[in-house]
T-cell receptor, first 112, second 113 residues
Framework: AQTVTQSQPEMSVQEAETVTLSCTYD???????LFWYKQPPSRQMILVIR??????QNATENRFSVNFQKAAKSFSLKISDSQLGDAAMYFC?????????FGGGTRLMVKP | SQTIHQWPATLVQPVGSPLSLECTVE??????LYWYRQAAGRGLQLLFY??????ISSEVPQNLSASRPQDRQFILSSKKLLLSDSGFYLC????????????FGNGTRLTVT
């Protein structure tokens, strides 16, 4: 079974600074997708960014970008110019079929 | 556009009572449907998923069950709740395409007393 590991239970960042959240996964598949989700205190799950494994180019969505290293099975999320509204739980998600596998999450705190 | 409705938002039930949580999706056909449970401050645990009417896959053996009586309706049930069933339950849908992300409902906070 695939596993997704987020090794940082908690991270903190100063407002306007940059922070990187780590994610590694284990798979024998060659075609798959990776996602980052954000869960603010409201507990609504919000899609932040997605990455196709067959694309070498790293995905970018405004202040959010990923560093996808397929050989290393690493998928980190970089948040630039952090804002107070970025404070949330962040989940790394792997998908190669009908079942999506979630990492344990990283709680991001943003200091004003 | 597609929307997902999940209710109730909050539920307090005594141990041994039955449970029924409902989820419906609008604006799409033949979605894949999912039930997740989230303990406080923890990740998501997949409980059930369905790729079609009457097709239910269970990931965790427990006293919960799921049903899909209609294409866009997914129900989570229990005959007798346990204290350990307390948690935050999330329903989600996606298309059958590999690149489709999950779209979540607003969740149900269940407290078993």
């Amino acid at each position: 079974a695939q596993t997704v590991t987020q090794s940082q239970p908690e991270m903190s960042v100063q407002e306007a600074e940059t922070v990187t959240l780590s994610c590694t996964y284990d798979t024998s598949e060659s075609d798959y997708y990776l996602f980052w989700y954000k869960q603010p205190p409201s507990r609504q799950m919000i899609l932040v960014i997605r990455q196709e494994a067959y694309k070498q180019q790293n995905a970018t969505e405004n202040r959010f970008s990923v560093n996808f290293q397929k050989a290393a099975k690493s998928f980190s999320l970089k948040i630039s110019d952090s804002q107070l509204g970025d404070a949330a739980m962040y989940f790394c998600v792997y998908n190669a079929g009908n079942m999506l596998t979630f990492g344990g999450g990283t709680r991001l705190m943003v200091k004003p | 556009s597609q929307t997902i409705h999940q209710w109730p938002a909050t539920l307090v039930q005594p141990v041994g009572s039955p449970l029924s949580l409902e989820c419906t999706v609008e604006g799409t056909s033949n979605p894949n449907l999912y039930w997740y449970r989230q303990a406080a401050g923890r990740g998501l645990q997949l409980l059930f998923y369905s790729v079609g009417i009457g097709q239910i896959s269970s990931e965790v053996p427990q006293n919960l069950s799921a049903s899909r009586p209609q294409d866009r309706q997914f129900i989570l049930s229990s005959k007798k709740l346990l204290l350990s069933d307390s948690g935050f339950y999330l329903c989600a849908w996606r298309t059958g395409q590999l690149n489709s992300p999950l779209h979540f409902g607003n969740g149900t906070r269940l407290t078993v007393t």
